[in-house]
Nanobody
Framework: QVQLVESGGGLVQPGGSLRLSCAAS????????MYWVRQAPGKGLEWVSHINGGSTNTYYRDSVKGRFAILRDNAKNTLYLQMNRLLPEDTAVYYC???????????WGQGTQVTVSS
């Protein structure tokens, strides 16, 4: 069965860095677009970034451009989100998700908490 398991969250000071990982199993990882989506306390889901199977196309929301990088290692079936220069407004639960087709995110991980605070 399809599984997505995030890890790497935690508490970090403003300006710090974290690297999130999403371990995928149960499907041919390299053939799917993959997404990072976050949810801040009391707010709705917010798209962060996505990447195609071959890592040739990446997209970011404006507020994270230049600070975050989405990566994948198809040999390890793992998706990453490298987050640098973190801000308090980046505080959220971060989810990875699989795109079945045309922005239809059909499987989600359980999420990992990122807290940016001094």
């Amino acid at each position: 069965q399809v599984q997505l398991v995030e890890s790497g969250g935690g508490l970090v000071q403003p300006g710090g860095s974290l690297r999130l990982s999403c371990a995928a199993s149960g499907f041919t990882f390299s053939t799917y677009w993959m997404y990072w989506v976050r949810q801040a306390p009391g707010k709705g889901l917010e798209w962060v970034s996505h990447i195609n199977g071959g890592s040739t196309n990446t997209y970011y929301r404006d507020s994270v451009k230049g600070r975050f990088a989405i990566l994948r290692d198809n040999a390890k079936n793992t998706l990453y989100l490298q987050m640098n220069r973190l801000l308090p407004e980046d505080t959220a639960v971060y989810y990875c998700a699989r795109d079945r087709r045309d922005y239809d995110l059909d499987y989600w991980g359980q999420g990992t908490q990122v807290t940016v605070s001094s």
